[in-house]
């Protein structure tokens, strides 16, 4: 079945970086929709970043020019690059694969951002 991992999430400051990194088993990446996900305290989950197959991006408003996604389909991964943190990206990380703007059922277990003022 599918398992997506999560990963790379962690406490900074405001104005600092991270990457995360979410590998999966049981689903090839390179032949679906990619997105990341967040969901913050009283919030609902979003979308934050979409990568296709054919390598197109789209980012919500709110991290476009800050954050970056990316694939190695070879490792079977996907990346979100976040530059300039602000304590509003606070939230739980996810990816999941997507058909097209709809989003697959199999979530994992996401990775924690906290963002510092």
């Known amino acids: 079945q599918v398992q997506l991992v999560e990963s790379g999430g962690g406490l900074v400051q405001a104005g600092g970086s991270l990457r995360l990194s979410c590998a999966g088993s049981g689903i090839i990446f390179s032949i679906n929709v990619m997105g990341w996900f967040r969901q913050a305290p009283g919030k609902q989950r979003e979308l934050v970043a979409r990568i296709t197959s054919g390598g197109s991006r789209n980012y919500a408003e709110a991290v476009n020019g800050r954050f970056t996604i990316s694939r190695d389909n070879a490792k079977n991964t996907v990346y979100l690059q976040m530059n300039s943190l602000k304590p509003e990206d606070t939230a739980v990380y996810y990816c999941?694969?997507?058909?097209?703007?709809?989003?697959?059922?199999?979530w994992g277990q996401g990775t924690q951002v906290t963002v510092s003022s």
């Open positions: 999941n694969t997507m058909a097209g703007w709809i989003t697959n059922d199999y």
